[in-house]
């Protein structure tokens, strides 16, 4: 599929960190979501987690973020279940804000490249995870951890597990899931970024084709001056302008 | 963090002319109701010169017109590309501009060095601004002016408007224009260093009361010392807290 060719770079980039001697862990994200030390699901965090109920941010712009999802119908890709990390995990950072990197790798046989859109939606986790603040920007994760969630044993383990089931709940097509957290340092999450961009391109395209599939232009930053269409909107325009003003009349007049 | 069962925070705009006491008094309303119990507190200094800022002892090293001035530069030297970028992040500028202490926060303005209205830049930060504010039991902003500029640079929502006036006809001639432009029902009033007669406040307005003149206040006020170190004693102190028990918050 699509993005097969970037799950090999994405291998060397943890392999080359690794060797750099970069701590590295592994872990499994158990079946059982019952264990989880928070709760997932809408509403599990309703609402702003302030600095001064913060254990630890991540991926703030200023500390450097980098957001990548691949999805492949090549389920030998991925390692169902399979957590990554990179560097510290969160009961490490007390106070601190880390660069954050986080990788999502998805698997499932009837995938297709159309369901790029149903998959970014389905990792919009913004107030799913309890204790667990994301402001997301594109490309980007920018997420807070509270001192509660923290104190009931919140770490990446936790995050992942939740991720993967938020993402299995929204996109039933999902047969396997990985997930690589990276928050080693700058320069790690700047070269995931590298990858992130070349990555985005080919997003790009496709989700422009994706659209233009269904008749939108979307590369027009709505400047409809090139758009085909543009003479029936003007009508459109026109019409609504007559009504606008006849509505007018009828209050002046009623 | 907000909790999903509580009500609605309360947003409380203090408006008034220039000088009649809108920072004193937002500052030991504030003061008032975190004593009371309304906690956690937003405060938000509207006023670019930065008056309740410093009348509560905080130093705003962020504002919210740095992080607009953000945008527009980036707009201004980067086009649309580095606006989008620059919007994206903006939420996560609010969030450090934001000033944390235990009971309260406190969101400054500052002055704007870009000249122009440049609206979608207001309405970006207005956004990220009613983000944070569903994380507080109660809102108080302090005004440069009237309720527009509120509308315009804050926040779309206002539960109660609380007028000051100082006696002058200007000051009265302002609580008028803004009762017209509101109706009178979610309008309050508030006499600073005056005893006003009560019919010259517009029908509807609910009368709160009087700040006396007060030597004390005036001396803090000389000396830059934050008036929330005034002792509870203090005469106005007193007043506003006795106002602020008939806010209902």
Redesign the interface.
């Known amino acids: 599929m699509i993005y097969d060719a970037y799950f090999p770079p994405l291998a060397d980039f943890i392999q080359q960190r690794i060797v750099d001697g970069l701590l590295c862990r592994e872990f499994i994200a158990l079946d059982n979501l019952s264990d989880l030390p928070v709760k997932i699901g809408a509403g599990a965090n309703p609402g702003v987690i302030l600095r001064g109920d913060s254990f630890m941010e991540l991926g703030n712009p200023e500390a450097g973020s980098a957001a990548i999802m691949l999805y492949t119908d090549n389920i030998s890709l991925i390692n169902n279940g399979k957590i990554t990390l990179l560097g510290s995990d969160i009961p490490e950072a007390a106070g601190a804000s880390l660069p954050f990197g986080q990788i999502i790798l998805i698997g499932g046989k009837i995938l297709q490249p159309s369901d790029y859109d149903r998959l970014q939606a389905a990792g919009i986790v913004s107030d799913f995870v309890e204790g667990y603040m994301v402001r997301s920007m594109s490309g980007c994760v920018w997420s807070r951890v509270s001192k509660d969630a923290a104190a009931k044993g919140f770490d990446f383990t936790t995050l992942g597990q939740a991720l993967m089931a938020l993402y299995r709940q929204n996109c039933s097509e999902i047969e396997a899931i990985e997930i690589v957290f990276v928050t080693a340092n700058a320069a790690a999450v700047r070269e995931l970024n590298g990858i992130a961009a070349q990555i985005q391109k080919i997003t790009r395209e496709m989700v422009r084709e994706n659209w233009a599939i269904r008749g939108y232009d979307i590369d027009c930053a709505n400047d409809c001056s090139s758009c085909g269409d543009k003479i029936v909107c003007d009508d459109i325009r026109e019409v609504l302008k007559i009504r606008t003003e006849a509505s007018k009349e009828q209050g002046a007049n009623g | 963090?907000?909790?999903?069962n509580k009500k609605t925070a309360p947003i409380i705009a203090v408006c008034g002319k220039g000088g009649v006491g809108k920072t004193v008094f937002s500052a030991l309303l504030a003061r008032a109701l975190a004593a009371a119990g309304v906690q956690?507190l937003l405060l938000v200094d509207a006023d670019p010169v930065g008056g309740l800022t410093s009348a509560i002892g905080e130093r705003a090293v962020e504002t919210l017109s740095g992080v607009r001035e953000r945008v527009i530069n980036a707009a201004k030297v980067g086009g649309?590309a580095a606006a989008a970028q620059a919007a994206?992040?903006l939420?996560?500028?609010v969030?450090?501009a934001?000033i944390?202490r235990?009971g309260y926060?406190l969101l400054a303005m500052g002055h704007n060095t870009n000249k122009g209205c440049f609206c979608p830049a207001n309405k970006l930060l207005r956004s990220a601004i009613e983000?944070?504010i569903?994380?507080f039991n109660g809102v108080i902003i302090d005004a440069e002016a009237g309720i527009e500029q509120i509308n315009r640079d804050v926040t779309g929502r206002v539960d109660r408007v609380i007028v000051v006036v100082d006696g002058s006809q200007r000051s009265l001639d302002t609580l008028r224009v803004i009762t017209e432009m509101l109706g009178a029902e979610n309008i309050a009033a508030v006499a600073n260093r005056a005893v006003i007669d009560s019919s010259v406040i517009p029908v509807g307005v609910e009368f709160l009361g009087v700040i006396p003149e007060d030597e004390e206040l005036k001396q803090y006020d000389r000396e830059g010392r934050p008036l929330w170190q005034l002792p509870e004693t203090n005469a106005a102190v007193t007043a506003v807290r006795v106002i602020s028990n008939k806010l209902g918050v």
């Open positions: 963090m907000a909790d999903m956690p649309v994206e992040q939420e996560y500028f969030f450090k934001l944390e235990e926060s983000t944070l569903g994380s």
